[in-house]
């Protein structure tokens, strides 16, 4: 299994312009989970999905950011418009389930994002 | 709530020694708890998990935790550290509730090993 695939790895993009990040998560988890890591503060959960749907949004920061996930292998996290202060390392991570049995999440490699 | 704390943020020890980084979690439930390590620049990797079946869980690499219900603990060890062993290190704990299915991560310790 390749395991959760993110593109691009790295993002550089000038104040304004719209960012958009990709997540394939692993071929059957069911959940898919977008998170933010920066310095300042640490990993924060962004929104997840089950089957598809989004569950819990609450993380977004603000409409700016928009989720969404069209079918069971793909998810996009769009940005638009984007600002300095959404520089910061994005994290796609997928789950087979809730059952305590495997509810353990599997991390992509991140998209780091630089906005000038 | 669930919540999870990590009493350190940074952890300094010399390569061959004993690794300690503690963990302690506030959950009204029996809960799932995991610790997952950052190398730099990667992703995050689930070094091990906690589910009841037994106390005391064997990670890769040579972790183990030992889960304390009575000190609400989950602290990681390793025998003797390693160059490689230089990372972040989080205590993770399972939300609950409906059809949520998140987890709770801890701010993270850096483990820092001299050679």
């Known amino acids: 299994d390749a395991g959760v695939i993110q593109s691009p790895r790295h993002e550089v993009t000038e104040m304004g312009q719209e960012v958009t990040l990709r997540c394939k998560p692993i071929?059957?988890?069911?959940?898919l989970f977008w998170y933010r890591q920066t310095m300042m503060r640490g990993l924060e959960l962004l929104i997840y999905f089950n089957n598809n749907v989004p569950i819990d949004d609450s993380g977004m920061p603000e409409d700016r950011f928009s989720a969404k996930m069209p079918n069971a292998s793909f998810s996009t996290l769009k940005i638009q418009p984007s600002e300095p202060r959404d520089s910061a390392v994005y994290f796609c991570?997928?789950?087979?389930?809730?059952?305590?049995?495997?509810?353990?999440?599997?991390f992509g490699p991140g998209t780091r994002l630089t906005v000038l | 709530a669930q919540s999870v704390t990590q009493l350190d943020s940074h952890v300094s020890v010399s390569e061959g020694t004993p690794v300690l980084l503690r963990c302690n979690y506030s959950?009204?439930?029996?809960?799932?708890l995991f610790w997952y390590v950052q190398h730099p620049n990667k992703g995050l990797q689930l070094l091990l998990k906690?589910?009841?079946?037994?106390?005391l869980v064997k990670g890769i690499n040579g972790f183990e935790a030992e889960f304390k219900k009575s000190e609400t603990s989950f602290h990681l060890t390793k025998p003797s550290a390693h160059m490689s062993d230089a990372a972040e290190y989080f205590c993770?704990?399972?939300?609950?509730?409906?059809?949520?299915?998140?987890?709770?991560f801890g701010k993270g310790t850096k483990l820092s090993v001299k050679p």
């Open positions: 993770v704990v399972s939300a609950r509730g409906g059809s949520q299915g998140n987890l709770i």
């Open positions: 991570a997928s789950s087979p389930g809730l059952h305590s049995a495997y509810n353990e999440q599997f």
């Open positions: 071929s059957g988890h069911d959940y």
């Open positions: 959950s009204s439930y029996s809960p799932s």
């Open positions: 906690y589910t009841s079946a037994a106390t």
